[in-house]
Each structure stands twice: as structure tokens, then as C-alpha cells.
């Protein structure tokens, strides 16, 4: 087994460049493809968020102080310390949280460091210092930034915030995932290796409900960026408006992938299948409602259930698996649950469905499933279930298409399938931060972020520095 080639477990947080012990107790992680106990990571306390923020507090003058050029090539030597790393992450987040070891490779190893060299390139044409009339514009980093993140892509869901804000000379107190912190200390270490200074950033591990709250109470905290649900984003929300923090909220998503007339529809099952079901589905931006005309739906769902045959279920560190378990047994009875709700409510099980996989009993498998003549006020239609589940809704006419499409307290993500020209048009209709056309490439430069429920913020690219800049005007 792969889990027993690396020792990940950890005995200390990392604060101020080093290990910081506790003796405190400790957090199991348990590898859902086969329930074992892979490492332990420390259970933290607010006094351990203290120690933290004060070691970042310390390191801000100083980091705040190098250059824009200096940070950029910390940057980029984050970037290639951890590319020399990048085994070890994938086989780090495959045990934690059941990535098929491919995926790990190419997706959760691979885009990390991609994002630290993109946010490096961005340093020479950022505005940091503009002339506007008589004023001076100077952009300066907010402060300590707390920064609290999901298990879904453990180590790029911190790279989104740690590049763009300490390239703005933030520095940074991180909370990682509890069920998914295996590759923090691999990153710590990462940014120690490109010689970022002690107490820039720093790690603690823990529960939401304890080291999460700790750190967006804390006084000494300036900006909260969290990844997550809609419902813990309320929450911290609520909390750091006792300090007036600035908060950044990524959250869920239900997202779209329209299907016009005229679209090549191999192409559109072939995406918005690997949208839905990639990493599980738990992705946040993925295309978890198929929304197709009405007289064409008979021939999708029969796409459909011929694309699903390549999409090979089973061990993670097997290299030909597509499709490994969920993250954990509690998020399998969530997900089974909403699959079983689809069955009750009335819709049509093209593949998949609710139970566990034959051969497969011992691991978090879910089914991954797709259902067709889905309501699109069911509950399957709107609540966000972050597993292997798409739906397939039909439309009469363009209006309704649009309408299905934005009737979702959500807008993180989406798609249209169509002659270009007409796809464009109904993309700028979608009431959504990203909207891809025809399968168009990912941009780790554009912008990403919510409309509505799924949040406020942007990462990546330049908006996604901008994000981490208090601005001053000085009139002269
Ligand atoms: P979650 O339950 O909201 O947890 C996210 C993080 O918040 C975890 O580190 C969690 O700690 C922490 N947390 C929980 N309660 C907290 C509290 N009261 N105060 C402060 N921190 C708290 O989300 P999840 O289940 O890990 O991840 C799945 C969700 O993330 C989905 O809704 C998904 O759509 C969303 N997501 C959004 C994006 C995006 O970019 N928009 C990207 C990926 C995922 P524990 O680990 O202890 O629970
Ligand atoms: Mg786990």
C-alpha cells in the first residue's frame, strides 16, 4: 500500500519556521478506501492560535517590507520546491481523503505550484503605487491573514490564498481541514526550503469549531479567507463582524452546463460527465445539473450511460482508477442519502443509484450515479451534495433553459454547449462567476469566485492579489 511508504503522521504545529510540540491530544486520519488510520496530526486550542498569530504578527513588518520582485521569486521558489515535492503530495492526499493516485499526480500535486508561479509572474504589472489626479495610490497587504480551508483539494485550496497574499506581503495563519491536513507540513516545510522568513506563515491544525473560531475572533487577525460551505461562510461571517474583519468567502455551488441546440453533444456529455464526477464530485465548481432540450434528451442520457462505462471505480493507488470512495463514511451516508432522495422524489436512475458497490464494501464507494427527468425544484436540483451525482433536467425553450439554469441560491460555476456565438450569449445570461464555453480550458489566471450564496470574493490572478491589498490614497 502506498499509505505505508511515507511516515506522515505529525507531532507539533508549525509556527515561527519550525515545529511547534503541544501536548495536546490527537486528530486520527483515516484513509476512506480503507478505513485505516494513516497518520495523526495534533489537535490544536485557541492558545496554540495565539502562538501563531503572534509569530505572524512579529514576521509582517519585515516581510511587508522586502520588494514586490523579492516575494515574486519566493514565489516561484515555493512553486519548485514543492514540484520536487509532488510525489509525496499525491500520495499524502490520495491516503487522506481517497484521490485516485493518478488524479493526485496530475490534479492535486500538479496545480499547486502552476498557481505559486502564476501569481509570481503577476508581481511586475501589479498596480502597487498608481497616480490618480493628485493622489498617490499605494496598495499595502492587509495584515495577518487567517486562512481556513476544505478537504477537497487540501493543498490548492490553501495555495489560492497563501500565493496572492503573500505576494502582497500578508503573512498568514492557516487552519487546514481536519479530516484532510497531511500535506500542511509538506508545504511549511516547502516555503521554509524557498526561504520565506520564519512566522510568514504558519499552521495550525485542528476543529472548526475550536481552532477555526480562535482564529477569526482573533484580535490580531486583520482578514479572514475561507473555503468552504455556505453554511460555516454565515457563521464566520457573523463572528468577524465583531472586529470588522474583512472576510473572503468561498463557497458552494450547484452549477450549470447549459446544452443548446446545435452543440455537439458527445462533447457536452463527455465534460459535464467529468465535471460531475472528477475527485468524486466533490469539486466545488463542478457541473452537477445537465440542463438539455427536451427532444433531445433520450439521446443524452444514452451518451451518458455509455461515457459512464469508462469511468473505472475502485483503489485509490490502483493508477488505472478513475473514481476512488469519498472522503470519509460520514460523507458517504450524506451523498447515499441524496441519491436515495432522487429515487423517492421520482427520478429516473439512468446509472448508479443508492447502496454499496458490489467487491467494494469496505471503502466509502459510492455509486456514482446520474439521473435523468430530475424536478428542478427537488431537492437533488438545488441542495449542493459534493458527490459522484449529476442531473439531467430538460428545457422547451431558450427562456426556460436560462431560468433552470439561474434558479439556484448558488452561482460558483458553469457551462454552455452551442455554436459559439450563441453560447457566448446565453454565458453572459448565467448569473454565475465562471462560465466555460465548449469545455474551454482552465485559466489559472481568471478570476474565480461566486455570485449569490457561493460567496464574495475572488482568487486568482490579479483580482485575486487585489483581494489581499488594503488601499491608501495620499493626496499631494
Ligand atoms: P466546511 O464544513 O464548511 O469546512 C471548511 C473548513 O471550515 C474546515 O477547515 C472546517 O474545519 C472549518 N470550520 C468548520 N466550522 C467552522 C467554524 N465554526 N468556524 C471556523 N471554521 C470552521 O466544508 P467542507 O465540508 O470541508 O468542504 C466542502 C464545502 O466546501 C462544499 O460546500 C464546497 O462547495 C465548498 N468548497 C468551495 C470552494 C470554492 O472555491 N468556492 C472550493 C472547495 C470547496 P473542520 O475541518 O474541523 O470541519
Ligand atoms: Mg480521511
Redesign the pocket.
Known sequence: MTETKLNLSVTGHWIDGREARTGNSVTDIVNPATGTTVASVPDGTAQDVDRAVDAARAALPGWASTSPADRARAMQNLADRLTERSEEVAIAVSAEIGAPITLARFGHAALPPAVAASVAGLAAEFPWSEEIANSLVVREPVGVVGA??????PLQ?IM?KMAPALLAGNTMVW??????PLTARILAEAARDAGIPAGVFNVVY????V???A??GHPGVDMVS????????K??SV?ASETVKRVG?????KSASVVLDGADLGLAVERTLASAWTNSG????AWTRMIVPADRRDEVVDLLGKAAEQYTVGDPADETTRIGPVASEA?WNRVNGYIERGVADGATVVVGGPGRIPGLEHGAYIRPTVFADVDPDSVIAQE?I?GPVLSVLTYENEEEAVSIANNSIYG?AGAVFGEPEHALRIAKRMQTGQVDVNGAQFNVLAP???YKQ??NGR?FGRLGVEEFTEVKSIQR
Open positions: 481556513i480551508t476544505p478537504w477537497n483539494f485550496q489560492t487552519k487546514p481541514a481536519e479530516l484532510a485542528g476543529r472548526g469549531s481552532v477555526g473560531e482564529i477569526v475561507f473555503t468552504g460551505s455556505t453554511a460555516v461562510g457563521r464566520i463572528l468567502l468561498e463557497l458552494g455551488g466533490q469539486v466545488c465548481g460523507q449542493e459534493f460558483l474565480f469566485g461566486g457561493s460567496g482568487e
